[in-house]
């Protein structure tokens, strides 16, 4: 069964950087590896999308190694506010079809 | 605000009541995606919608119905439902399938079925 696994929880302290892995063996070919935020009671929000290599915007990094079968979000410097559940999204196949696929989300708690 | 709103924020329901759930995106976008979320499952992609046109149906139960009578807007009707049912609903639009485009979420539908 395709899928994707990452960590259920990760802790850690301001000012510190966070690094959060996604696998994903089935992933399509042509399609990109996605991550997103969710806080609570509102819906998940785009913080960073790659193909391959490496991605940076002004709030995150994406580490795609060349088998694409993972990828790692990397947050510089977390503060208090980084505190949520972050998914990766990724199109995997399904039952003849392809469809877009999240994680189960990894619930990072910052602390002071 | 992210340009895609929901409503009801909030709806409880009996199993024998027919409700809808309203999406609306003020984003110009193709596509668009109602989700489940549920407490200890990953968000389940239920339908897909390109440019009005069904896509995706991931295997969900009759007892959900989608609409999108144009690009702007999605409801999903419910209908005789289960309390397992319960669960938070999102809709989501992009400019083009996702896999290729960053999906744009509404605040959700927390829907509890008594």
């Known amino acids: 069964l395709a899928k994707t696994t990452q960590p259920i929880s990760m802790d850690s302290y301001e000012g510190q950087e966070v690094n959060i892995t996604c696998s994903h063996n089935?992933?399509?070919?042509?399609?990109?590896i996605t991550w997103y935020q969710q806080f609570p009671s509102q819906g998940p929000r785009f913080i960073i999308q790659?193909?391959?290599t490496k991605v940076t915007n002004e709030v995150a990094s994406l580490f795609i190694p060349a088998d694409r079968k993972s990828s790692t979000l990397s947050l510089p410097r977390v503060s208090l506010s980084d505190t949520a559940v972050y998914y990766c999204?990724?199109?995997?196949?399904?039952?003849?079809?392809?469809?877009?696929?999240f994680g189960r989300g990894t619930s990072l708690i910052v602390h002071p | 605000e992210t340009g895609v709103t929901q409503t009801p924020r909030h709806l409880v329901m009996g199993m024998t009541n027919k409700k809808s759930l309203k999406c609306e995106q003020h984003?110009?976008?193709?596509?668009m995606y109602w989700y489940k979320q549920s407490a200890k499952k990953p968000l389940e992609l239920m339908f897909v919608?390109?440019?009005?046109?069904?896509?995706e149906n991931n295997s969900v139960p009759s007892r959900f119905s989608p609409e999108c009578p144009n690009s702007s807007h999605l409801f999903l009707h419910l209908h005789t439902l289960q309390p397992e049912d319960s669960a938070l609903y999102l809709c989501?639009?992009?400019?083009?399938?996702?896999?290729?485009?960053?999906?744009?979420f509404g605040p959700g539908t927390r829907l509890t079925v008594t």
């Open positions: 999204l990724v199109v995997l196949p399904s039952g003849g079809s392809y469809i877009p696929t």
């Open positions: 790659g193909y391959k």
């Open positions: 989501a639009s992009s400019q083009l399938l996702a896999g290729v485009d960053e999906q744009y």
């Open positions: 984003l110009g976008h193709n596509a």
């Open positions: 089935n992933i399509a070919t042509n399609d990109y």
């Open positions: 919608y390109s440019l009005e046109e069904r896509v």
